[in-house]
């Protein structure tokens, strides 16, 4: 029980890094918008575009590293 337990834990983390990671590296590709500071202005639009992507990768992390 442990064992799975650790095993979870550790592929949940790994999958958190992965997409901090994405998200970073979808930051610095695309470098026409500052999202992070579009949506500390408020801008709706960045935040659903940043939502949709985060999602889009986090469903691929899932599907990877819970197969």
């Not at 949506?39 to 949709?52: E, H, L, P, R, S």
């Amino acid at each position: 029980m442990w064992e799975s337990l650790a095993i979870s834990a550790a592929f949940g983390i790994m999958g958190i890094l992965m997409s901090a990671f994405g998200y970073k590296l979808f930051d610095l590709i695309e470098t026409k918008i500052d999202f992070a500071e579009e949506i500390k202005k408020g801008n709706i639009a960045a935040a659903i575009v940043i939502a949709g992507f985060l999602m889009g990768i986090c469903f691929i992390i899932g599907r990877t590293v819970g197969s």
